[in-house]
């Protein structure tokens, strides 16, 4: 399969139009159809590409299981952070309105949604490509 | 809602789904599976939930047949029929 070269170029050519799309997705979650999990497992969808057409060493070397651990708990550690701070702030978990109220900038609740968004698209992300990883690996390096 | 189409597809999806479980082969059922959820995903978008089809169409029929087909390359043969 490495010896294919139709595989290779459209791949080559297809992977970064998925990458876009899916970060379209994750920024439009918040006013249409989408959001940041759908946004996270069609970006997992062009790792998976890459992995069928490249193999999973030359994938893994670009990300390997310590960057994929990494990426998670930034991604968990951004939503979560954004919801204690609501709690902080004299609301409920996740509720924006109430971090606006405090910090007194117009349209905030806004941001805060995207940048959950982004967190769980992170997440989830680094979750599916760690599942591919582990069982599309032969053995070696899986910790 | 054109009740045509509808029954169409579930007439599919039903096909599909006994496919799925009643097949011998287990990459024969993976692939079912993957139609199945594509029929699915046409009925979700048809009933106005955009949300629930994307949904279903990235994880029922992308990731899901891709783990499938990827756990079942790493499995022998144990009968020979």
Not at chain 1, 53 to 62: H, L, Y
Not at chain 1, 93 to 112: D, K, M, N, R, S
Request: hydrophobic share 60%.
């Amino acid at each position: 399969m490495m010896e294919n070269v139709v595989i290779r170029t459209v791949s080559r050519l297809a992977v970064p139009f998925i990458q876009i799309f899916a970060l379209y997705v994750i920024v439009h979650g918040a006013s249409g159809a989408g959001g940041g999990f759908q946004g996270g497992v069609v970006f997992a969808a062009s790792f998976i590409l890459m992995i069928i057409a490249f193999g999973t060493a030359n994938v893994r070397r670009r990300i390997d299981n310590r960057g994929i651990m990494w990426l998670s708990v930034i991604g968990i550690t951004i939503y979560a952070g954004i919801g204690f701070l609501a709690l902080l702030m004299a609301g409920n978990f996740l509720e924006y309105a109430a971090i606006e109220a405090v910090l007194g900038i117009p349209h905030l609740h806004g941001i805060l949604i995207d940048l959950v968004e982004a967190g769980i698209g992170i997440a989830v992300m680094a979750a599916m490509v760690s599942i591919i990883y582990d069982i599309s690996g032969n053995g070696e390096e899986s910790s | 809602m054109i009740w045509e189409l509808d029954f169409a597809l579930l007439l599919f999806m039903t096909i599909c789904a006994i496919a799925a479980i009643t097949v011998k082969d287990l990459l024969h059922a993976t692939i079912v599976l993957a139609a199945y959820s594509l029929i699915m995903t046409v009925l979700w978008a048809e009933m106005n939930a955009v949300d629930v089809a994307f949904t279903e169409a990235t994880v029922g029929a992308g990731i899901t047949t891709v783990l499938f087909i990827a756990a079942i390359a790493r499995t022998r043969r144990s009968s020979s029929d």
